[in-house]
């Protein structure tokens, strides 16, 4: 399993092992704030490069290759 670090995840490229809508490679666009400060981040805000959807996407689904391989392929 992939190792990463929520907190370098802002801007970091990603590419969707099963494209959907021909939305293939994606940019973390933003992190979602937790409802406390004291409370870990958990979900950001993904960008399709081609159609500039988003969707909100929890960190760790980022770990599962089956889903997501990192940077653009």
């Known amino acids: 399993m ?7 995840l802002l801007l970091s490229k990603w ?4 494209p959907v809508n021909k939305e293939k490679h994606f940019l973390v666009r933003s992190v979602v704030k937790p409802a406390s ?3 870990p981040i958990e979900f950001f805000e993904l960008e399709a490069v081609h159609s500039g959807r988003t969707q909100v996407i929890h960190w760790r689904d980022l770990q599962d290759e ?6 653009w392929k």
């Open 66 to 71: 089956a889903q997501w391989l990192q940077g």
């Open 15 to 18: 590419t969707a092992a099963k």
């Open 2 to 8: 992939r190792q990463l670090n929520p907190k370098k």
């Open 37 to 39: 400060a004291d409370l």
